[in-house]
């Protein structure tokens, strides 16, 4: 099956720093990968679609300047929560959708997640 | 917007037969996903569906209604490791974004 990884799996930060999470499709290339937020115990909500050559689309509510997400290339997305602060604590989990083939259903392959805690 | 709709919690017997709903009323659709969340990881895909019916895929089986906005996931022969988050995600007809219910957690007891 089709894996996506995240980097890091975990990361601690001082409230005022900048961390960033790295997405990757490790065996199919995606156009679009997709950013997420979960709280405890709460479904995922989605943040942002990030396209592979353009900006991203941000949902409503959610700063662009606040989570800043590139997609570098067919196979990495990265958001970076920038002047993090202890309201970001949560768990942001990425997933990518593989460049349509014929006959293919579409669907989302989804990260491990990565857990951010800023203190 | 989008709102889609399940049960919080439900709590089932092992070797039982479960059925989690869930309503939609979205701008778009272009499918309606089932995703299995244990706590802490990421969602795994249990079922897809587009067209009206039922899916079946071993014990794990959806059904959609596409004029009715609903859907439901059956879990047959339950077991104590189907204990987890289900969510159920409505796919956008525009944009292919993935839209996610709240979950609902699945308590398997013995």
């Known amino acids: 099956g089709a894996v996506v990884s995240q980097h890091p799996s975990r990361v601690i930060c001082k409230s005022g720093t900048s961390v960033k999470i790295e997405c990757r499709s490790l065996?199919?290339?995606?156009?679009?990968m997709f950013w997420y937020r979960q709280f405890p115990k709460k479904s995922l909500m989605l943040m942002a679609t990030?396209?592979?050559?353009?900006?991203?689309?941000?949902e409503q509510g959610v700063e662009k300047d606040k989570f800043l997400i590139n997609h570098a290339s067919l196979t990495l997305s990265t958001l970076t929560v920038t002047s993090a602060h202890p309201e970001d604590s949560s768990f942001y989990i990425c997933?990518?959708?593989?460049?349509?083939?014929?006959?293919?259903?579409?669907?989302?392959?989804f990260g491990p997640g990565t857990r951010l805690t800023v203190l | 917007g989008q709102n889609i709709d399940q049960p919080t919690e439900m709590t089932a017997t092992e070797g039982a037969i479960v059925q989690i709903n869930c309503t939609y009323q979205?701008?778009?659709?272009?499918?309606l996903f089932w995703y299995q969340q244990h706590a802490g990881e990421a969602p795994t895909f249990l079922s897809y569906?587009?067209?009206?019916g039922l899916e079946e895929k071993g014990r794990f089986s959806s059904f959609l209604s596409r004029s009715k906005g609903y859907s439901y996931l059956l879990l047959k022969e339950l077991q104590m490791k189907d204990s987890a988050s289900y969510l159920c995600?409505?796919?956008?007809?525009?944009?292919?974004?993935?839209?996610f219910g709240s979950g609902t957690k699945l308590n398997v007891k013995p």
């Open positions: 979205t701008s778009g659709f272009n499918g």
């Open positions: 569906n587009v067209l009206d």
């Open positions: 997933s990518a959708r593989p460049i349509e083939t014929s006959g293919r259903k579409i669907e989302q392959f």
């Open positions: 995600a409505v796919r956008d007809g525009n944009f292919n974004k993935f839209y």
């Open positions: 065996d199919f290339q995606a156009t679009t």
């Open positions: 990030s396209n592979e050559g353009s900006k991203a689309t941000y």
